[in-house]
């Protein structure tokens, strides 16, 4: 069992940055390949990044690449989003999620997904 809290959300203005972070639990973390995904309102889930066990391999949204950097910490069970230059269409509550996963593997579908944290809000205004 693992479990997910995210931090660091909050209200920006378009152009700004925020950074998102996952505590995890338990002494399994780097066995789980990581993602982050979001929801705005009245839409879908979707995928945004995700980062193998070991964050050697990354993916990227088409819509998040260049603006945003996934990375991990195994040693402190964090997995965080450095997100730059936000946008307005960026503003959705943004999830982490964990994946038992082999080494090097990347997941972008919400099924492949083990365990969600709570979610944080961010906000981008204009």
């Known amino acids: 069992q693992v479990q997910l809290v995210e931090s660091g959300g909050g209200s920006v203005q378009a152009g700004g940055s925020l950074r998102l972070s996952c505590a995890a639990s338990?002494?399994?973390?780097?066995?789980?390949?990581m993602g982050w995904f979001r929801q705005a309102p009245g839409k879908e889930r979707e995928f945004a990044a995700a980062i193998s066990r070991g964050g050697g391999s990354t993916y990227y949204a088409d819509s998040v690449k260049g603006r945003f950097t996934i990375s991990r910490d195994n040693d402190k069970n964090t997995v965080s989003l450095q997100m730059n230059s936000l946008k307005l269409e960026d503003t959705a509550v943004y999830y982490c999620?964990?994946?038992?996963?082999?080494?090097?593997?990347?997941?972008?579908?919400?099924?492949?997904?083990?365990?969600w944290g709570q979610g944080t809000q961010v906000t981008v205004s204009s």
């Open positions: 338990g002494r399994t973390f780097g066995s789980y390949a």
């Open positions: 999620a964990a994946a038992r996963a082999s080494r090097y593997a990347i997941y972008i579908s919400a099924d492949e997904y083990d365990y």
